[in-house]
Protein backbone atom coordinates (compact mmCIF):
# COMPACT_ATOMS: atom_id res chain seq x y z
CA UNK A 1 0.00 0.00 0.00
CA UNK A 2 1.24 4.13 -0.82
CA UNK A 3 0.35 6.95 -0.07
CA UNK A 4 -0.16 9.57 -2.56
CA UNK A 5 1.80 12.12 -1.02
CA UNK A 6 5.52 11.90 -1.42
CA UNK A 7 8.69 13.93 -2.47
CA UNK A 8 11.76 12.92 -4.52
CA UNK A 9 14.64 14.50 -5.85
CA UNK A 10 17.25 13.23 -8.06
CA UNK A 11 20.48 14.91 -10.03
CA UNK A 12 23.33 13.76 -12.43
CA UNK A 13 25.71 15.36 -14.77
CA UNK A 14 27.76 14.50 -17.80
CA UNK A 15 29.63 16.94 -20.04
CA UNK A 16 29.12 19.85 -18.71
CA UNK A 17 25.03 18.87 -18.14
CA UNK A 18 23.48 19.26 -15.04
CA UNK A 19 20.34 18.42 -14.37
CA UNK A 20 18.22 18.49 -10.92
CA UNK A 21 14.94 16.67 -11.13
CA UNK A 22 12.11 17.44 -7.71
CA UNK A 23 9.00 15.76 -7.69
CA UNK A 24 6.28 15.94 -5.53
CA UNK A 25 3.16 14.29 -5.45
CA UNK A 26 -0.48 15.25 -3.43
CA UNK A 27 -3.96 13.61 -3.94
CA UNK A 28 -6.06 12.59 -6.22
CA UNK A 29 -8.54 11.07 -8.25
CA UNK A 30 -6.52 10.75 -11.00
CA UNK A 31 -3.02 10.81 -12.23
CA UNK A 32 -2.33 14.69 -13.01
CA UNK A 33 1.25 15.13 -14.44
CA UNK A 34 2.21 18.82 -14.59
CA UNK A 35 5.89 19.52 -16.17
CA UNK A 36 6.70 22.84 -16.65
CA UNK A 37 10.44 22.78 -18.19
CA UNK A 38 12.55 25.53 -19.15
CA UNK A 39 12.42 26.62 -22.92
CA UNK A 40 15.60 24.45 -23.92
CA UNK A 41 14.30 21.53 -22.30
CA UNK A 42 10.80 21.35 -23.87
CA UNK A 43 11.61 18.16 -25.78
CA UNK A 44 12.24 16.11 -22.33
CA UNK A 45 8.12 16.40 -21.74
CA UNK A 46 7.42 13.28 -23.49
CA UNK A 47 10.28 11.53 -21.60
CA UNK A 48 8.61 12.67 -17.79
CA UNK A 49 5.38 11.56 -19.19
CA UNK A 50 6.30 8.35 -20.08
CA UNK A 51 7.74 7.82 -17.36
CA UNK A 52 5.90 8.72 -14.46
CA UNK A 53 2.93 6.21 -15.05
CA UNK A 54 5.52 3.55 -14.61
CA UNK A 55 6.18 4.46 -11.19
CA UNK A 56 3.04 6.16 -10.13
CA UNK A 57 -0.92 5.36 -10.35
CA UNK A 58 -2.60 8.38 -9.10
CA UNK A 59 -2.13 12.08 -7.49
CA UNK A 60 -1.13 14.96 -8.95
CA UNK A 61 2.65 14.99 -9.70
CA UNK A 62 4.09 17.95 -9.92
CA UNK A 63 7.90 18.09 -11.49
CA UNK A 64 10.23 20.51 -11.47
CA UNK A 65 13.77 20.73 -13.79
CA UNK A 66 16.62 22.99 -13.35
CA UNK A 67 19.25 22.91 -15.50
CA UNK A 68 22.77 24.00 -15.74
CA UNK A 69 24.49 23.64 -19.29
CA UNK A 70 27.46 25.76 -18.72
CA UNK A 71 29.47 23.35 -20.78
CA UNK A 72 28.40 23.92 -24.03
CA UNK A 73 29.08 26.62 -26.68
CA UNK A 74 28.02 30.05 -25.02
CA UNK A 75 24.81 31.70 -26.51
CA UNK A 76 26.29 35.33 -27.03
CA UNK A 77 24.68 37.55 -29.71
CA UNK A 78 23.91 37.16 -33.36
CA UNK A 79 24.32 39.81 -35.84
CA UNK A 80 20.78 39.76 -38.44
CA UNK A 81 22.58 40.69 -41.36
CA UNK A 82 19.63 40.79 -43.42
CA UNK A 83 17.70 43.49 -41.61
CA UNK A 84 21.05 45.49 -41.49
CA UNK A 85 21.76 45.00 -45.33
CA UNK A 86 17.91 46.09 -45.07
CA UNK A 87 18.69 49.51 -43.48
CA UNK A 88 21.61 50.51 -45.20
CA UNK A 89 19.82 50.04 -48.46
CA UNK A 90 16.76 52.16 -47.19
CA UNK A 91 19.24 55.24 -45.89
CA UNK A 92 21.13 55.05 -48.99
CA UNK A 93 17.74 55.18 -50.88
CA UNK A 94 17.28 58.43 -48.65
CA UNK A 95 19.86 60.29 -49.05
CA UNK A 96 19.87 59.58 -52.77
CA UNK A 97 16.31 60.91 -53.25
CA UNK A 98 16.81 63.56 -50.70
CA UNK A 99 20.37 64.99 -52.25
CA UNK A 100 21.46 64.61 -48.66
CA UNK A 101 25.25 63.39 -47.65
CA UNK A 102 24.32 61.76 -44.23
CA UNK A 103 26.79 59.90 -43.13
CA UNK A 104 25.49 56.72 -40.83
CA UNK A 105 28.04 54.65 -38.55
CA UNK A 106 27.50 50.89 -38.06
CA UNK A 107 27.38 51.71 -34.22
CA UNK A 108 24.25 53.57 -34.84
CA UNK A 109 23.08 51.31 -36.90
CA UNK A 110 23.29 48.42 -34.75
CA UNK A 111 21.36 50.38 -32.23
CA UNK A 112 18.09 49.86 -34.50
CA UNK A 113 15.17 47.27 -33.95
CA UNK A 114 15.83 43.74 -34.97
CA UNK A 115 19.54 44.21 -36.06
CA UNK A 116 21.34 42.64 -32.80
CA UNK A 117 19.82 39.08 -31.48
CA UNK A 118 20.53 36.62 -28.74
CA UNK A 119 22.35 33.58 -29.81
CA UNK A 120 20.73 30.62 -28.17
CA UNK A 121 23.36 28.27 -26.71
CA UNK A 122 23.70 24.83 -28.10
CA UNK A 123 22.13 21.77 -26.83
CA UNK A 124 22.80 18.28 -27.17
CA UNK A 125 19.73 16.35 -27.28
CA UNK A 126 20.82 13.10 -26.84
CA UNK A 127 23.25 13.50 -24.12
CA UNK A 128 20.83 16.04 -22.77
CA UNK A 129 17.53 13.37 -22.40
CA UNK A 130 20.22 10.88 -20.89
CA UNK A 131 21.25 12.96 -18.17
CA UNK A 132 17.20 14.00 -17.79
CA UNK A 133 16.35 10.36 -17.39
CA UNK A 134 19.05 9.05 -14.98
CA UNK A 135 18.03 12.26 -12.37
CA UNK A 136 14.21 11.39 -13.37
CA UNK A 137 14.57 7.51 -12.56
CA UNK A 138 16.53 8.87 -9.23
CA UNK A 139 13.65 11.41 -8.07
CA UNK A 140 10.91 8.41 -9.03
CA UNK A 141 12.78 5.90 -6.73
CA UNK A 142 12.73 8.54 -4.10
CA UNK A 143 9.40 9.18 -4.56
CA UNK A 144 8.27 5.75 -4.76
CA UNK A 145 9.92 4.90 -1.47
CA UNK A 146 8.59 8.32 0.28
CA UNK A 147 5.16 7.01 -0.74
CA UNK A 148 5.21 3.42 0.36
CA UNK A 149 7.08 4.57 3.40
CA UNK A 150 4.13 6.91 4.07
CA UNK A 151 1.53 4.18 3.39
CA UNK A 152 2.71 1.27 5.44
CA UNK A 153 1.58 3.96 8.24
CA UNK A 154 -1.89 4.35 6.69
CA UNK A 155 -2.13 0.72 6.38
CA UNK A 156 -1.20 0.32 9.87
CA UNK A 157 -4.11 2.47 10.93
CA UNK A 158 -6.78 1.24 8.70
CA UNK A 159 -5.91 -2.37 9.60
CA UNK A 160 -6.85 -1.17 13.85
CA UNK A 161 -10.06 0.47 11.90
CA UNK A 162 -10.23 -2.62 10.19
CA UNK A 163 -10.40 -4.66 14.32
CA UNK A 164 -12.55 -1.95 15.54
CA UNK A 165 -15.32 -2.42 12.35
CA UNK A 166 -14.86 -6.15 12.41
CA UNK A 167 -15.68 -6.51 16.68
CA UNK A 168 -18.55 -4.02 16.27
CA UNK A 169 -20.04 -5.95 13.51
CA UNK A 170 -19.64 -9.49 15.80
CA UNK A 171 -21.61 -7.66 18.55
CA UNK A 172 -24.72 -5.94 16.09
CA UNK A 173 -24.80 -9.85 15.12
CA UNK A 174 -25.50 -10.66 19.06
CA UNK A 175 -27.31 -7.74 19.11
CA UNK A 176 -29.26 -8.90 17.22
CA UNK A 177 -30.43 -12.03 17.13
CA UNK A 178 -31.74 -11.36 20.59
CA UNK A 179 -33.51 -7.66 20.28
CA UNK A 180 -36.32 -9.55 19.12
CA UNK A 181 -37.36 -11.49 22.69
CA UNK A 182 -35.78 -8.33 24.41
CA UNK A 183 -38.94 -6.57 22.51
CA UNK A 184 -41.26 -9.06 23.70
CA UNK A 185 -40.07 -9.15 27.13
CA UNK A 186 -40.33 -5.46 27.21
CA UNK A 187 -43.85 -5.36 25.53
CA UNK A 188 -45.22 -7.98 28.20
CA UNK A 189 -43.63 -5.63 30.64
CA UNK A 190 -45.58 -2.77 29.78
CA UNK A 191 -48.72 -4.38 29.92
CA UNK A 192 -47.97 -5.52 33.23
CA UNK A 193 -47.16 -2.22 34.76
CA UNK A 194 -50.42 -0.75 33.32
CA UNK A 195 -52.64 -3.57 34.41
CA UNK A 196 -53.81 -4.49 31.54
CA UNK A 197 -56.25 -7.15 31.10
CA UNK A 198 -54.78 -8.49 27.67
CA UNK A 199 -53.25 -12.41 28.06
CA UNK A 200 -49.51 -12.39 27.90
CA UNK A 201 -49.88 -15.26 25.20
CA UNK A 202 -52.26 -13.64 23.23
CA UNK A 203 -51.97 -13.47 19.51
CA UNK A 204 -52.58 -9.49 19.46
CA UNK A 205 -48.94 -9.63 21.10
CA UNK A 206 -47.58 -12.24 18.81
CA UNK A 207 -48.51 -10.50 16.06
CA UNK A 208 -46.98 -7.06 17.29
CA UNK A 209 -43.88 -9.38 17.90
CA UNK A 210 -43.80 -10.36 14.71
CA UNK A 211 -44.47 -7.15 12.90
CA UNK A 212 -41.45 -5.71 15.09
CA UNK A 213 -39.20 -8.79 14.20
CA UNK A 214 -40.36 -7.85 10.35
CA UNK A 215 -39.22 -3.78 10.72
CA UNK A 216 -35.97 -4.40 12.32
CA UNK A 217 -35.10 -7.36 10.12
CA UNK A 218 -31.15 -6.67 9.62
CA UNK A 219 -30.27 -9.87 8.65
CA UNK A 220 -29.47 -8.70 4.93
CA UNK A 221 -27.38 -6.25 6.03
CA UNK A 222 -24.96 -7.82 8.53
CA UNK A 223 -24.32 -10.57 6.06
CA UNK A 224 -22.88 -7.88 3.00
CA UNK A 225 -21.61 -6.46 6.20
CA UNK A 226 -18.71 -9.54 7.30
CA UNK A 227 -18.40 -9.87 3.17
CA UNK A 228 -17.86 -6.53 3.40
CA UNK A 229 -15.15 -6.64 6.32
CA UNK A 230 -13.71 -9.64 4.86
CA UNK A 231 -12.75 -7.95 1.77
CA UNK A 232 -11.41 -4.98 3.63
CA UNK A 233 -8.91 -7.22 5.04
CA UNK A 234 -7.95 -8.52 1.79
CA UNK A 235 -7.72 -5.15 0.43
CA UNK A 236 -5.25 -4.39 2.87
CA UNK A 237 -2.94 -6.83 2.10
CA UNK A 238 -3.16 -6.72 -1.84
CA UNK A 239 -0.54 -6.05 -3.72
CA UNK A 240 -0.31 -2.19 -6.16
CA UNK A 241 -3.10 0.26 -6.32
CA UNK A 242 -6.13 -0.11 -3.80
CA UNK A 243 -7.49 3.26 -3.03
CA UNK A 244 -10.12 3.04 -5.21
CA UNK A 245 -11.44 -0.05 -4.31
CA UNK A 246 -11.22 0.98 -0.62
CA UNK A 247 -13.18 3.72 -1.18
CA UNK A 248 -15.73 2.32 -3.18
CA UNK A 249 -15.89 -0.90 -0.21
CA UNK A 250 -16.60 2.10 2.42
CA UNK A 251 -19.17 4.09 1.02
CA UNK A 252 -21.15 0.41 0.71
CA UNK A 253 -20.46 -0.15 4.03
CA UNK A 254 -21.83 3.00 5.02
CA UNK A 255 -24.57 2.39 2.87
CA UNK A 256 -25.52 -1.04 5.08
CA UNK A 257 -24.91 0.94 8.42
CA UNK A 258 -27.32 3.44 7.63
CA UNK A 259 -30.01 1.06 6.45
CA UNK A 260 -29.03 -0.81 9.43
CA UNK A 261 -29.66 2.01 12.11
CA UNK A 262 -33.21 2.96 9.87
CA UNK A 263 -34.21 -0.54 10.21
CA UNK A 264 -32.99 -1.05 14.32
CA UNK A 265 -34.79 0.90 17.10
CA UNK A 266 -32.80 -1.12 20.08
CA UNK A 267 -30.59 0.76 22.43
CA UNK A 268 -28.09 -0.99 22.12
CA UNK A 269 -27.73 -1.76 17.98
CA UNK A 270 -28.10 2.38 17.91
CA UNK A 271 -24.98 2.89 19.78
CA UNK A 272 -23.21 0.03 17.60
CA UNK A 273 -24.28 1.73 14.98
CA UNK A 274 -22.83 5.45 15.57
CA UNK A 275 -18.90 3.66 16.49
CA UNK A 276 -19.36 1.79 13.36
CA UNK A 277 -20.55 5.41 11.26
CA UNK A 278 -17.62 7.25 13.24
CA UNK A 279 -15.15 4.84 12.35
CA UNK A 280 -15.99 4.22 8.57
CA UNK A 281 -15.67 8.28 8.60
CA UNK A 282 -12.50 8.27 9.68
CA UNK A 283 -11.72 5.34 7.24
CA UNK A 284 -12.88 7.33 4.29
CA UNK A 285 -10.57 10.20 5.37
CA UNK A 286 -7.75 7.89 5.35
CA UNK A 287 -8.75 5.80 2.03
CA UNK A 288 -8.45 9.20 0.24
CA UNK A 289 -4.59 9.65 1.00
CA UNK A 290 -4.31 5.46 -0.46
CA UNK A 291 -2.90 4.99 -4.30
Known sequence: MKSMTGFGRGEANAEGYQISIDISSVNRKQLDIRFSPPREAIFLESLVRKSIP????RGVINVQLKLNNSGTAAGGVKLNDEVIKSYITQIQKLNSELKLDTAVSMTEILQLPGTVQAAEAEIDADILSTVAAEALTTALQALVKNRTNEGTHLKQDLAERQQILAASITSLNEKSANSTAQFREKLEARIRDAELTIELDSERIHQEVVLYADRSDITEELVRLDAHIKQFSLLLEKEGPVGRELDF???????????????????????????????????????????
Open 54 to 57: QHVA
Open 249 to 291: LMQEMSREVNTTGSKSSDREVSKLVVTLKTELERCREQVQNVE
